[in-house]
């Protein structure tokens, strides 16, 4: 931990210098009126949307956002800090993580987001099926042959190879991890038992590569092998990827429409509590291996002028920002779901006092 | 006149000695924190942290002793694959090779020290992965499989590349610093090893026992780069915490899990024990060095009672 608040110290000692090179800049380049700047930390998996939407931004109101994608782990240690005036993780902060922090935390799902089973069989002519019991029975190394009887019930009248199956992880810590092992833990007793759910577990079987490039690296390289990896990733690299059966029965084939489908099938538990993990919806058409990421901001806002920019900010993101979404191959917050974050943005206050009255 | 000769002569003295104190003092700073940052970890776990071989951030049970071995295995055979290579070069280099070609082909091993450690990564992920999965894995599966060090699945990753990409990446280490050495052995010893009868191989043998203490310098040198090098072995060596035998078998080092799951770790002891791992791995790093120390002084002390003895 001291090591953390140590590195903390330096690194905003380097803000503090940065600041400084700016400030000295300043008065040459800034022609306008004095800008709001906000300061953020933490998920890497949302970054490309989040520095287009701060980008979007800038040039509509002038509010200048600046964010770390150091990873999630490091945002919620900035927002338990005070170094950032908003996190951003890919999982959601559990009761006990909420506890720990100096005040009341307040969660926004921005995006979501799907992991999917990219496979190497070049014989397999049409998408591969797989249901919940295949894909933990293969991570658990209970089903190490293609041409398994519980594979091939999900495929029927699919011809699958006799080779054995080689199942690819994420070696680094990550909210794809995370999203994967939730998964299995809702739909899999002994998964939830052996290995649970969190942003790296102990795998029972399988290599690790590092990164989705690590992960769909090997799955490329090695006939037989299955990993899982984001959907934009898959999508950009044209990998191969299975349709999993969901929870009413069909199998679907991920995408942008079936991962926010997922969000709207969960959205009434996410009116109760907007942490609840959106895996193995019961809506038909959802996609079932998919998560929401989060920004994470502090309830009761200390600066006025940087309260009301991130407030207005976040509105934007919910609304406007949600357009560019599918260009970035992120799937878009469901109506229902973005009813939820109007609700918790009225929650928001500066000194008491709330912040977004007119909404 | 003269207190501002000693004032300056002071000063002199002060700023170097300033600077030597500053690599100690960093050094220090780094055990100090390390030392407190794995004190959570250090009192859940106590010695039972370096023989555990659990790993497991959902239940918060962790324990280094796959790492550590990935880690000492994966060096010592980084080792075993580049002194030879390199001392046979450096040998030719130095002593075989007519100068002009020596120099430019130690310009160009020397060159490969400088690429930066992703880049050797990449090419062990995306050339020598799948040459090995394809044609040296199987075969050595197929005819030495009897060997449980060659048993298993040809994954392509995993100790074996690990420690092929380990060993090129310290050649030139050992390549450039042993010819240099070789070099400066003075000429006078060979030509009275020739003059007393001996084959050309002979004299040879001479200015290596020679220069003996300085490839030993090199060798270890090369063994610090493989002991903490990171991102080429995350990416080639499968990251698995389990031990197998196998060296076809994935596996991971201290340095691989540390850069693997530092960035998400969110609870106080997965990263305190994180940074027991960090800690572990220094201390593995001054024993293999003082080791390596030890062997140098007895190396020489011995080349030293051979010339009293001659």
Redesign the interface.
Known sequence: ????R?TLHLMALGLAAAGLMLGALGPAVQAGPATTTLTGAGATFPYPIYSKWFDMYHQKTGIEINYQS?????G??QVKAGTVDFGASDAALSDA?LKEMPRRVLHFPTVAGAVVMAYNLPSLKQPLRLTSDVIAGIYMGQITTWNDKRVAAANPGVALPAA?I?PVHR?????TTNIFTTYLSAVSGPWKEM?????????PV?????GNE?VS??VR??QGSIGYIELAYAKQNRLPVAHVRNKSGSFVEPTLASTTAAAEGASPLLAKDVRTPIVNSSAPTAYPICGLTFLLVYQDQKDPAKGHALATFIDWAIHEGQDVAASLDYARLPEAVVKVNEMTLRKLTVAGKPLLADR | MKAARITADGLYRAALGGAAALVFVVVALIVFEAARGSGLSIRTFGLGFLTSTAWDPVSEKFGALPYIYGTVVSSALALLLAVPLGIGSAVYLAEIAPRRVGAIVSFVIELLAAIPSIVYGVWGFFVLAPWLRTAIEPWLIAHVGFVPLFRGYPFGIGMLNAAIVLSIMVVPTIVSISREVLLSTPRSLREAALALGATPAEAIGVALDAARPGILGAVILALGRALGETMAVTMVIGNTNRISASLLDPAATMASIIANEFTEATTPLYISSLIEIALVLFAITIVVNGAARVLVYWATGGRRSAAALA
């Open positions: 931990m001291n090591i953390r140590k150091i990873g999630s782990g490091g919620i240690q993580r054995p080689l070696s680094d810590g990550s909210g290995v649970g759910a969190n942003t790296s577990v102990s795998w399988g290599i690790g590569g590092k690590g690296g090997l390289q090695t």
